[in-house]
């Protein structure tokens, strides 16, 4: 079975700005000791997901600040994930999207390193199984990463 912080180091290894490598860092310190933890526990792939966000929202966060991810606050972290009032979960796909097009990515190419990892957290789901208005365009990991960053995990940034 192959490990969280195995398969982060994958992700990571694709290439992609050095705040993404930074942020891929950033984010196995902050799951530390969890790490197997969350291996073990992770049968859907959602946790797997929910590092990706965490990657992700770091990667974001450090950009747009102009600022390493290892000094990305806790705070910018949950207002990034955390649906505003009014919001729904597609809402903060698009978000996250708007923030990635920002930054130069193009949220479909595959090719980038930072929006194939965007790609498989925003994935879509079948339409007849779906309504428009309900996670039409989301993965677990924007979910997930509520998880990850929950009380009981305790990540300490």
């Given at each position: 079975?192959?490990?969280?912080?195995?398969q982060?180091?994958?992700?990571?290894?694709e290439?992609?700005p050095?705040?993404?490598?930074?942020a891929?860092?950033?984010?196995?310190e902050l799951i530390?000791t969890?790490?197997?933890?969350?291996?073990?526990?992770?049968?859907d792939g959602?946790?797997?997901?929910?590092?990706s966000a965490l990657?992700?929202?770091?990667?974001i966060?450090?950009?747009?600040?102009?600022?390493?991810?290892?000094?990305?606050?806790r705070?910018?972290v949950d207002?990034?994930?955390?649906?505003r009032?009014?919001?729904?979960?597609?809402d903060?796909v698009?978000?996250w999207e708007?923030?990635?097009?920002?930054?130069?990515?193009?949220?479909d190419?595959?090719?980038?390193p930072v929006?194939?990892?965007w790609h498989?957290?925003?994935?879509?789901h079948?339409?007849?199984?779906?309504c428009?208005?309900?996670l039409?365009?989301h993965g677990?990991g924007?979910?997930?990463?509520?998880y990850?960053l929950g009380?009981h995990?305790?990540l300490?940034?």
């Amino acid at each position: 079975m192959t490990t969280i912080i195995e398969q982060s180091r994958t992700w990571q290894g694709e290439g992609g700005p050095a705040e993404w490598t930074q942020a891929w860092d950033r984010t196995r310190e902050l799951i530390g000791t969890r790490a197997d933890r969350f291996s073990e526990h992770d049968s859907d792939g959602s946790q797997e997901d929910a590092i990706s966000a965490l990657a992700t929202a770091l990667y974001i966060t450090a950009r747009e600040r102009r600022i390493e991810p290892v000094v990305v606050p806790r705070q910018a972290v949950d207002e990034l994930a955390d649906k505003r009032p009014g919001e729904t979960d597609l809402d903060v796909v698009r978000r996250w999207e708007t923030h990635l097009e920002n930054l130069g990515h193009d949220v479909d190419d595959k090719t980038d390193p930072v929006s194939a990892r965007w790609h498989r957290l925003r994935y879509d789901h079948d339409p007849e199984l779906y309504c428009d208005d309900v996670l039409a365009r989301h993965g677990y990991g924007l979910t997930a990463i509520r998880y990850v960053l929950g009380d009981h995990v305790a990540l300490a940034f």
